[in-house]
């Protein structure tokens, strides 16, 4: 089989970036090593920015989000037993966020694939990626017991943290930088009405807690937790009964408890692989990076990741090399700016078991002038609605 852009992994990066190619006429397939099914049964956050509502759009995609997304102007950070609302559109000229489940966007993109009639590989086995220093690279792998190979011109490697793509440069060619976090979030989504209106982000003694969600029915809750915690150890009433003492009086008196949908432990690592680019492989999404979620922007930087790589493979073809060539360096600006601001986030509103006493007061103070200081409210907020774009 032959093919231009051969895409590895169909979560939102591989699925977008398929979708902008396809738009484009170049013409792309896409293996994924799992079902659509196991695909779409992981629950990650789901907040975009306004970059990642237009890039949507562009993809052709958006009408659904538009239509059951919603949009937010401003969240509340609760710190010492007081909400102070942070007025994202106030203080960004008018800038906001919309809340709409990774789940449902990737729904979309799976759906608008298939009526395009674009060919995804699912259950795509024993993945390998050979010769992507030439011209000429070829994927192969193995479907239903037989073998295949596919030549191509590119190969992206849309293959999220644990995948075959950046595992497969030489480890000299290669430089991460890694912190990992002494906790987890125990998030758990129930279909019970959000406790408040905005997203509101809870520092306390006792830990982090975020109050989320999906529609006006649908609830996503977090708890920081310890790394030696179980899911099997936290019944919903366990769950319900430690939100609401994180929780400020009112919005634990108005907390509305249900069955929960879906639980799950995840990690909090920061990561990023640099170069992004190794010849004719790309690197982009949780494949290149991983933030820790409190500053909601992993799906964010997959998206512009893509959207910077599909105008490079464009360029490309239309006879330009400068695209690709930049493609590494342009993306990282941007990440990095994304990982300062996750790992930022991380360290004010989290408890840490090992801070020194120091340390711990002087981020207290730090959070204290966050939250009452127009500058430092419009520094949180600019990057949270996401920074723009540089071309
Ligand atoms: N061969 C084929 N597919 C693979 C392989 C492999 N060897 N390894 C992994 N995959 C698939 C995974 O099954 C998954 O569906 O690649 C896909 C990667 O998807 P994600 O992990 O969702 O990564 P990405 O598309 O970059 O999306 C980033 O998802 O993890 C969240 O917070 C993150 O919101 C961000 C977004
Ligand atoms: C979520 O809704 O899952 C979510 C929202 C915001 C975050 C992290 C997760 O910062």
Not at 124 to 153: L, M, N, Q, T, W
Not at 177 to 195: A, Q
Not at 211 to 234: A, F, G, I, K, N
Request: aromatic share 8%; glycine share 8%.
């Amino acid at each position: 089989m032959r093919t231009q852009v051969a895409i590895i992994g169909a979560g939102p990066s591989g699925l977008i970036l398929g979708q902008l190619l396809a738009k484009a006429g170049i013409d792309a397939v896409i293996l994924e090593a799992h079902t659509p099914e196991y695909v779409l049964g992981r629950i990650r956050a789901g907040v975009l920015e306004q970059v990642a509502v237009d890039l949507l759009d562009e993809a052709g995609v958006g009408s659904r989000m538009h239509a059951e997304g919603l949009p937010h102007e401003g969240i509340e950070l609760l710190v010492g037993g007081t909400r102070h609302r942070i007025d994202l559109a106030g203080l960004t000229g008018g800038r906001k966020v919309m809340v709409y489940g990774q789940t449902e966007l990737t729904k979309d993109l799976m759906q608008a694939r298939a009526a395009a009639g674009l060919k995804t590989e699912y259950e795509a086995k024993d993945v390998s990626v050979h010769d992507f220093d030439s011209a000429k690279p070829r994927v192969r792998y193995v479907k239903d017991g037989a073998s295949h190979e596919i030549e191509c011109d590119f190969i992206a490697g849309c293959d999220g943290f644990h995948g075959v793509c950046r595992a497969s440069v030489p480890k000299t060619a290669i430089t991460n930088f890694e912190r990992v976090y002494p906790f987890g979030w125990l998030g758990l989504l129930s279909d019970t009405p959000p406790v408040s209106e905005e997203l509101i982000y809870a520092k306390t003694a006792r830990g982090f807690a975020l109050c989320s969600m999906r529609s006006h029915t649908r609830s996503r809750y977090y708890l920081q937790v310890s790394l030696t915690e179980r899911v099997e150890d936290w019944p919903d009433d366990m769950f319900w009964d430690e939100l609401r003492r994180r929780l400020d009086p009112q919005a634990s008196a108005r907390l509305v408890t249900g069955p929960s949908i879906e639980k799950s432990i995840a990690p909090l690592r920061s990561f990023v692989a640099e170069p992004m680019r190794f010849g004719r492989l790309f690197l982009a999404g949780d494949a290149a990076h991983i933030v820790p979620p409190t500053g909601a922007k992993g799906l964010n930087l997959a998206a512009t990741d893509v959207r910077t790589l599909s105008r490079a493979l464009i360029e490309f073809y239309q006879g330009s090399e400068a695209g690709i060539d930049h493609y590494s360096a342009r993306c990282l600006r941007r990440i990095w700016k994304a990982e300062r601001f996750s790992w930022w986030m991380t360290l004010l509103l989290h408890t840490f078991p090992d801070t020194n006493p120091f340390e711990q007061r002087a981020l207290d103070a730090e959070l204290d002038y966050v939250v009452h200081s127009l500058a430092g409210r419009t520094t949180l907020a600019e990057n949270y609605v996401g920074l723009p774009f540089e071309d």
